[in-house]
């Protein structure tokens, strides 16, 4: 859903228009999508490191220093993750919080998790 900083028109009004399903008003979306421009921007390093390692060491285990760093870099994406949510909180207004919560519950429950990393022999 983010775009790019330098976003053409043309991207801008596709992000708006998939947030528009919340029903946040103009300030209350703008807020969001900076914010997400901002977690996809710092995501993106963190997401480029773990692709390094995963290329270098596919089965890394998790005691060994590419394991350790894999482990430190997921850290690194919950503890952005929480300053996301936190940014969210301080910008939009109580009822955008509201809607965007409420529209996120909506979502999750159309989504299914898939685990990762099944044992062998399943």
């Known amino acids: 859903m983010a775009e790019p900083e330098d976003a053409t028109p043309e991207q801008l009004g596709r992000a708006r228009s998939k947030i528009r ?3 946040l ?3 209350d979306a703008a807020a969001f999508l900076n914010a997400l421009a901002a977690f996809r921007e710092a995501s993106d390093g963190i997401d480029a490191q773990i692709v390094e390692i995963s290329n270098r060491s596919p089965i890394a285990l998790p005691t ?4 350790l760093r894999i482990e430190e870099l997921h850290r690194q994406r919950k503890t952005l993750v929480a300053d996301i949510v936190s940014l969210l909180g301080a910008r939009l207004s109580v009822a955008g919080m509201d809607k ?3 529209h996120l519950q909506r979502e999750k429950r159309g989504m299914k998790l898939i685990p ?3 044992p062998s022999g399943n």
Do not use: W
Request: glycine letters at 12%; zero cysteines.
């Open 21 to 23: 399903a919340a029903g």
């Open 25 to 27: 008003n103009e300030d």
């Open 64 to 67: 060994s220093p590419d394991g």
């Open 100 to 102: 965007l919560y409420r």
């Open 116 to 118: 990762m990393n099944l």
